[in-house]
């Protein structure tokens, strides 16, 4: 069954760390590119990161130098590192996949995890 499950959310100090992970099953993820959107309360959905299938990344302007994304095609994972994280990075953090290459539109990606939530709070 094809699925994708997203894990490392939680409550993290304005400053602080977090590795968010994206694990896929039923599927060969070596063949998809790998993007991870936000939407905080009340936001549309955005593109944060992605990552292709030859490993090319990008970000979106204000995760820039503070987040990290990778990929683990062994583990079947995409993982985002982020650190210095705001109170403005507060959201649900989603992963989804589209076929070999990155889109920055939400729409041309055909397969979605459930999210984790990532809360930055003192």
């Known amino acids: 069954q094809l699925q994708l499950v997203e894990s490392g959310g939680g409550l993290v100090q304005p400053g602080g760390s977090l590795r968010l992970s994206c694990t896929g099953f039923?599927?060969?993820?070596?063949?998809?590119?790998i993007g991870w959107f936000r939407q905080a309360p009340g936001k549309e959905r955005e593109g944060v990161s992605c990552i292709n299938r030859a490993g090319s990344t990008n970000y979106t302007e204000s995760v820039k130098g503070r987040f990290t994304i990778s990929r683990d095609n062994a583990k079947s994972t995409v993982y985002l590192q982020m650190n210095k994280v705001k109170p403005e990075d507060t959201a649900i953090y989603y992963c989804?996949?589209?076929?070999?290459?990155?889109?920055?539109?939400?729409?041309?990606?055909?397969?979605w995890g459930q999210g984790t939530q990532v809360t930055v709070s003192s």
């Open positions: 039923g599927f060969t993820l070596d063949y998809y590119a």
């Open positions: 989804a996949r589209r076929l070999y290459y990155c889109s920055g539109r939400t729409g041309n990606y055909d397969s």
